[in-house]
């Protein structure tokens, strides 16, 4: 692929050079010491990350066990579920977008679930939360940032429902953990899931799981699952080992990738995301359009995946065309969304040139499509935000 394609999708995101070539070295046994020393280091990365995901840098966690999972987010997902339920368990899940119902789905297959819904795009309601958790409920499971409709649902809210009822609370921050806060202990989380190719800035193909330190006597080894059992995975992971062969291209890649979030530091990545994101989001207004999500609070808008709705006179297929010509990729809607609204990720590492790229493409796209948008006013407005 021609280095002058930019990819704005909410995962995969571009790689970085150090990223790409490490991925390149030579083969070792997935056993050997040379693979514990890669391993070791991507777990320092990856507690770092999850330990430090607030905009001060102050610890989110300590004490827990990150490890990385050989499969993407939804294997995360299914084994945090999996892990802490038997048949006789219920659990409750919050399904406002497309990652929402995947955690139902996947609960449905280990347990009885009860589901509060909201529509796609809006904010789930936590008097309703508090109906459906009581006593008996064993596990929440919820999604921080809906990827499919660009907001960030309200984890500290739901976890102070699950801990008033002593749930486990496992919380997906597959497109939040690496690029905006996530805290932790604060929300009560007992398992935290992310992707690697997301706002870590990783190759595809694994998950990160966090166990947070007193959850892990909560995980079940018994029954299913097998390969994504979580307790054996976390036992293994004292030693800088997997269960199973490792993936061991992929995890010398994400360590490199999380050495690299490091050395940014948290909280100048947060506040970049923050920035890029807020200058998407005035873009988007300076060309008359408006965002996709109708956010109540403590619904707030996400600040690394921003939808907004396309123009009813706009078809889509011309839009997205208009995008490929300029070498620029973005998402379109999912599920029932398909069609109405474009999604463009600030994930990952990029600058502030490749966010006013972006916007310029999408003027430029609009434009073609026959709805006209003031192109210069919209990277003006990008302009002001994206300064430092
Ligand atoms: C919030 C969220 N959860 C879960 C997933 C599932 O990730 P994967 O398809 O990599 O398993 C995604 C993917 O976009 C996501 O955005």
Do not use: C
């Not at 009885?112 to 064993?138: F, H, K, L, M, Q």
Request: charged content about 25%.
């Amino acid at each position: 692929m021609d280095e002058e394609f930019l990819l704005l999708n909410p995962g995969p995101v571009p790689l970085s050079r150090d990223v790409r070539d490490v991925m390149s070295e030579p083969m070792v046994s997935h056993r050997s010491a040379d693979f514990e020393e890669t391993y070791a280091r991507l777990q320092d990365g990856l507690r770092y990350v999850f330990e430090r995901s607030s905009p001060t840098g102050e610890p989110t966690a300590a004490g827990g066990t990150p490890l990385a999972l050989m499969g993407t987010a939804t294997l995360g997902m299914e084994a945090a579920i999996a892990s802490l339920t038997t048949e006789d368990s219920r659990v409750v899940t919050l399904e406002n977008g497309k990652f929402g119902r995947r955690f139902s789905r996947i609960a449905r297959r280990y347990a009885s679930v009860d589901t509060v819904t909201a529509e796609w795009g809006e904010s789930p309601d936590i008097e309703e939360v508090r109906a459906a958790v009581d006593d008996r409920t064993d596990v929440v499971a919820m999604v921080h940032n809906e990827t499919s409709t660009g907001l960030l649902n309200p984890v500290a809210e739901v976890g102070e429902i699950a801990a008033e009822h002593d749930a486990r609370f496992v919380v997906d921050g597959v497109t939040s953990i690496g690029g905006d806060a996530f805290y932790l202990d604060e929300w009560g989380v007992d398992i935290a899931v992310t992707d690697a190719q997301k706002a870590l800035a990783a190759p595809p193909g694994l998950s990160a799981i966090y166990i947070a330190d007193g959850a892990e006597g909560h995980l079940d080894s018994g029954g299913p699952p097998f390969y994504a059992d979580l307790e054996w995975y976390s036992r293994k992971a004292r030693d800088h080992q997997t269960p199973f062969t490792s993936a061991v291209p992929l995890v010398r890649g994400m360590g490199v990738a999380v050495e690299e979030i490091e050395a940014e530091g948290m909280p100048d990545r947060i506040a970049r995301h923050r920035r890029q994101a807020r200058a998407i989001r005035a873009a988007v207004d300076a060309m008359g359009l408006e965002l996709f999500p109708t956010v109540k609070p403590p619904t707030r808008v996400s600040n690394t995946v921003t939808a907004a709705s396309l123009p009813t006179t706009v078809e889509a297929d011309e839009f997205f065309a208009g995008m490929d010509a300029r070498n620029v990729s973005i998402a379109g809607g999912q599920g029932p969304l398909d069609g109405d609204i474009f999604r463009v990720s600030n994930m990952g590492n990029l600058s502030a040139e490749d966010i006013r790229r972006g916007v310029g493409a999408i003027a430029g796209a609009l434009n073609d499509a026959g709805h006209g948008v003031d192109k210069d006013a919209a990277l003006a407005a990008a302009d002001a935000e994206l300064a430092p």
